[in-house]
């Protein structure tokens, strides 16, 4: 003989409503004042007081001449229904808030070498004037880049980061370009950079970043091929290579411009047609409404927005 598995009955949920109507019964002592209290008709509360009663297992309020008066079970049930009510206000009206003044936390952003250059000290200098107690922390940008953000190990990834651009919150920062940096003496190149020269120039390449491949990518369509006596695997002690050498470094604008302050460096226009690229913030939706977040997302884009 086969064997029901036995189950356990289903336990009915009570309705926030059904409390909502107790409490107010109970308060009035009045079906009619509660019904209107909660904008509803006198018929529809004598329905939900009829479903609260047999959940309940009792008649929970009787009709007398004072009103509708709470039984031994009412008056023993109020006090738990009313903390109910209460934890859900607390939940429904409660914000998370995030002052940057008083805060200590830490964040976590992912970008490139470069950005440690030319993006990090703009954004730190804004953090700190506004959340002292604040820290950053610069990451790789990498191929953990996105499970970093999925997890929350991460909370930012800024720069240009392609295989980030779906399934992940972003906002455009700025387009870039790309550059070329020169000694400021160099000896056969005065005013522009023609492409001729580019060809005939010795470089020095920066094999690191997220852009390199798309620079590989418009030599290729114009047939041209960098003499490199020099490769780099990032930006650091390339503007003083070239400005102690007649190299030539090919790279986005902004790095290339903080670069090309440096009197002995020289900024020109690059020759090759490289297609420009949208710098971004992005982020995961777990994120999304963090007022933490939220309020790095706006120093990021205030110091960075164009």
């Known amino acids: 003989m086969k064997v029901a598995p036995h189950t356990e009955p289903d336990e009915e949920l009570l309705d926030v409503r059904l409390l909502r109507m107790f409490e107010l019964i109970y308060d009035t ?65 409660s914000r998370a808030v995030f002052d940057p003044a008083t805060a200590s936390c830490q964040f976590r952003i992912c970008m490139a070498d470069s950005s440690h250059l030319c993006l990090l000290p703009q954004l730190l200098a804004r953090v700190r004037a506004t959340a002292p107690g604040v820290r950053l922390v610069a990451a790789r940008i990498d191929e953990q880049t996105g499970p970093a953000l999925e997890s929350g190990a991460a909370d930012l990834a800024l720069g240009y980061v392609p295989w980030l651009e779906s399934g ?18 160099h000896p056969r190149i005065r005013r522009t950079l023609s492409l001729q020269a580019y060809r005939d120039e010795d470089h020095v390449a920066v094999t690191g970043g997220t852009g390199a491949q798309l620079l590989e990518e418009a030599m290729a369509r114009h047939g041209v ?71 790095l997302r706006g120093m990021v884009a205030m110091a960075f927005q164009r």
Request: net charge positive; aromatic share 6%; proline share 6%.
């Open 168 to 185: 992940f919150y972003q906002q455009t920062l700025f387009p870039q370009d790309w550059v070329c940096l020169v000694n400021a003496r």
């Open 29 to 93: 002592r009045s079906v009619t004042r509660a019904a209107e209290k909660m904008g509803q008709k006198q018929p529809t509360l004598s329905i939900w007081l009829s479903r609260l009663r047999d959940q309940l297992d009792d008649p929970l309020f009787v009709r007398t001449s004072a009103g509708m008066q709470p039984t031994p079970r009412a008056d023993a049930l109020i006090k738990t229904a009313r903390e109910v009510l209460q934890s859900l206000r607390q939940i429904s009206s």
């Open 225 to 295: 091929r960098r003499r490199v006596v020099l490769e780099l695997p990032g930006f650091l002690g390339l503007s003083g290579i070239v400005s102690n050498t007649d190299l030539i470094a090919t790279l986005p604008r902004q790095i290339g411009e903080t670069l090309g302050s440096r009197a002995e460096v020289k900024v020109m226009a690059c020759p090759l047609d490289v297609p420009s690229v949208d710098i971004k913030q992005h982020w995961h939706a777990r994120n999304h409404q963090d007022p933490r977040s939220r309020w």
